[in-house]
């Protein structure tokens, strides 16, 4: 096996743990999976490793640090552990704090315990992954890579809402963004198909997974993103409401009785996609739904593609003008429907789009999927674990030379 130096990449959740080892260069992945239902009976741990599919059931209630021990227990039996030369963790908030990724040490553990008011279900779960990997690889630096941190060169009035001042500034009630690893990516992905130097490239990039966010990156920096305080906001998302009135919080609060609880589960778990078409919070199953006749189903999909062309028509304010529209995520990477619905409404943009490469993309054609000139729009795969190991092994290569 290749000498490349590898990082391990976690990403914790409250009840899961997802790991990946990935290659620093070629952002291959040569052992993958998922520990998940932590705590409860049915713990169990899946790999893929050579091409195979694994499952192992984990001790009942096992914890992240068991989780943890049994995949060292693997990288061991597989003869990996000689290749991994860092690991890159996943935190979801980094707040103000972090405009970047950051060496853990005491200090970073402490500002991201801080700023978990802001992601009280997310960074408590980041941080007892950080701690049970600092015990089971205490010789490997470990590094904190945050999906707000690209999004913190937001200007102020991006980030602020027209809220009393005094909210931002005692409780930091503000837009933050998420997926902010992704949109980086694949903008700089952008600008090299372009063939720009990143500082001259302005891209709208659409990250469409199961949690949807557009962003505007003017000369390779973010300027406004459509999530906010909370990855609750802006477009339409598989179970997420996107943006809403908030008088409808009254509304359902006063009028109908909701509980903060209830409102947390209607609006995280139960909106989007899922509660429009009372079908599935799943694109794909949405769409076979509809080619069958079904009208909900069409509905709930041309209401996605109506407020996701709304955002990024809106965005072309941010940024000015506009080298490329980028589709990434689930979505984005293998629907075609949903970009050529996207791209019929923002015609007036000068965006025609290419039948026959928008269909190739599905099957993993990467590239332009218009035949006009100027503004391009774009299928770039995302690979949010490629830029946490690249983050790490450079962290780490910084922090040796020192
Ligand atoms: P996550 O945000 O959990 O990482 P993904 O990025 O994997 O999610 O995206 C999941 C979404 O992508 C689902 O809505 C799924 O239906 C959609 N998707 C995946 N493949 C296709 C496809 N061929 N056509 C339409 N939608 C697809």
Not at 61 to 69: K, L, T, V
Not at 174 to 183: C, D, E, L, N
Request: aromatic share 6%; net charge negative; proline share 3%.
């Amino acid at each position: 096996m290749s000498k490349t130096p590898h990082a391990l990449v976690l990403n914790c959740g409250s009840s899961s743990l997802k790991f990946a080892i990935i290659n620093g260069q070629s952002g291959e992945s040569i052992f993958s999976g998922l520990a998940e239902c932590l705590g409860e009976r049915d713990a169990r741990l899946k790999w893929l490793f050579n091409n195979e599919k694994t499952k192992q059931d984990l001790p009942e209630g096992a914890s992240h640090q068991q989780a943890i021990d049994s995949l060292v227990a693997l990288i061991h039996q597989f003869e990996l552990t000689e290749l991994i030369t860092a690991v890159g963790h996943r935190v979801v908030h980094g707040g103000e704090t972090f405009t970047q990724s950051s060496l853990i040490d005491n200090d970073v553990k402490a500002a991201i315990s801080k700023v978990a008011k802001l992601a009280p279900l997310h960074n408590p779960a980041n941080l007892v992954g950080i701690e049970a990997a600092q015990k089971s690889f205490a010789d490997l630096p470990q590094v904190a890579v945050f999906d707000t941190a690209f999004h913190q060169s937001m200007p102020e009035h991006a980030y602020l809402y027209a809220l009393p001042k005094s909210l931002y500034r005692d409780h930091g009630v503000r837009r933050y963004g998420f997926h902010g690893t992704s949109h980086s990516y694949v903008s700089g992905e952008a600008a090299k198909m372009l063939q720009k130097p990143l500082d001259q490239t302005n891209v709208i990039t659409a990250h469409l997974g199961n949690g949807c966010s557009v962003a505007a990156i003017k000369a390779g920096k973010s300027v406004d993103t459509s999530m906010g305080l909370t990855p609750l906001a802006g477009v339409v998302m598989g179970t997420r409401s996107g943006d809403i009135d908030p008088g409808i919080i009254y509304y359902l609060t006063e009028t109908l009785d909701y509980s903060t609880q209830q409102l947390d589960n209607l609006l995280n778990k139960e909106s989007g996609l899922k509660g429009l078409s009372e079908i599935s919070n799943d694109c794909r199953t949405l769409e076979e739904a509809m080619f069958d006749g079904n009208q909900a189903a069409k509905l709930a999909l041309d209401i996605f593609c109506y407020k996701l062309a709304k955002q990024i028509a809106a965005y072309m304010v941010a940024v000015g003008r506009l080298d490329a529209l980028v589709f990434t995520g689930g979505i984005g990477e293998n629907s075609d429907y949903i970009r050529e619905q996207v791209i019929n409404q923002l015609g007036f943009l000068g965006l025609e789009l290419d039948d026959a490469a928008n269909v190739a993309a599905r099957f993993g054609a990467a590239g332009s999927i218009c035949r006009n000139d100027g503004i391009q729009a774009l299928v770039i795969p995302t690979n949010e674990e490629f830029v946490i190991a690249s983050d790490a092994l450079r962290l780490a290569q910084l922090s040796e030379e020192k």
